[in-house]
């Protein structure tokens, strides 16, 4: 049964999207036992059409090569990064922090992947193409739900963040509308939450 699908993409030799789903299945369930919090990062390249008419098939490939190379290695070696499909790059961080690091990594990645991308032009000349990217970042929490779900969401918040300054997005923890990373609340008041039926239960019982 392994062998009929793919582990690798072939392109960018990291996992296949089928490899990816799989080690997200596995990363949630001990999540789920270790009540750990992780990350989701897609990156989704528009019009790479663009790419492929200015400097050919060929150099469209360098440039998935090199977007797979840096999503990488911002994400660490230890972390998982697959090719979902076509145009989307995933990255799953395991185990983060604490959800004010969400910001530093969404930006960080969004700013290596901006950089231009050197290519091999048609007639073998090295050139410079610009990719137009968008990062969503998922927050994942132990419960979190369907894998498919969390890859959904992630895509929908690249495609917004094609519209933000620094081209990164995360679902506002309010509303779940898609919000600029760098204008994030990321770390919800949850003390402060928690606190005032406290408060108001004290008072009550005076």
Request: proline share 6%; hydrophobic share 45%; net charge positive.
């Amino acid at each position: 049964e392994r062998g009929s699908v793919p582990a690798v993409d072939p392109v960018t030799k990291v996992h296949s999207s089928a490899a990816l789903v799989h080690r997200m299945v596995a990363a949630q369930k001990r999540r789920r036992r270790t009540r750990r919090e992780g990350a989701l990062v897609a990156v989704m390249v528009f019009d790479p059409e663009r790419i492929a008419a200015v400097a050919g098939a060929a150099a469209l490939n360098e440039a998935w090569m090199t977007v797979a190379t840096r999503l990488q290695r911002q994400l660490g070696v230890v972390n998982p990064v697959g090719r979902y499909w076509d145009r989307c790059f995933v990255g799953l961080v395991e185990t983060i922090p604490a959800s004010s690091w969400l910001r530093a990594l969404g930006l960080r990645v969004a700013a290596s992947l901006r950089r231009p991308v050197e290519v091999t032009g048609r007639g073998g000349e090295p050139m410079q193409v610009r990719l137009d990217i968008g990062v969503g970042i998922v927050h994942l929490h132990p419960s979190h739900g369907e894998v498919e779900d969390v890859l959904d969401t992630a895509q929908s918040l690249a495609e917004a963040a094609r519209a933000m300054r620094f081209r990164a997005a995360i679902a506002d923890p309010a509303t779940g509308q898609p919000v600029a990373l760098e204008e994030a609340a990321l770390a919800p008041p949850r003390t402060q939450r928690h606190a005032a039926p406290a408060a108001r239960l004290t008072r009550a019982s005076r």
